[in-house]
């Protein structure tokens, strides 16, 4: 069974920073990325990595947000440095299995407070 499982969202003030973690197991992954999700909107992308390292930002979030992945431990990270009111959202971690199978996490809120 291929299980993503966040953590390290919460509350924080504007300017503050987060780190968000994705552990993951039942499989290995291609691709692995973070969305966010906010009420009435839907899923954007936020940052991507590929196995290689290729990487991907939102242009919202580029030169604030760092994604990193440890493929020793099988899980990708989002530093999240600057946060603004308008990051609040629900962060969903992603994986795009060899397969091509897409799988996702169960999200983790983040609230930005001004």
């Known amino acids: 069974q291929v299980q993503l499982v966040e953590s390290g969202g919460g509350l924080v003030q504007a300017g503050g920073s987060l780190r968000l973690s994705c552990a993951a197991s039942?499989?290995?992954?291609?691709?692995r990325g973070w969305y966010r999700q906010t009420p009435g909107k839907q899923r954007e992308l936020v940052a991507s990595i590929t196995a290689g390292g290729t990487i991907n930002y939102a242009d919202s979030v580029k030169g604030r947000f760092t994604i990193s992945r440890d493929n020793a431990k099988n899980t990708v990270y989002l530093q999240m440095n600057s946060l603004k009111p308008e990051d609040t959202a629900v962060y969903y971690c992603?994986?795009?299995?060899?397969?091509?199978?897409?799988?996702w996490g169960q999200g983790t809120q983040v609230t930005v407070s001004s």
């Open positions: 039942g499989s290995t992954f291609r691709n």
């Open positions: 992603n994986g795009v299995a060899w397969n091509g199978f897409t799988y």
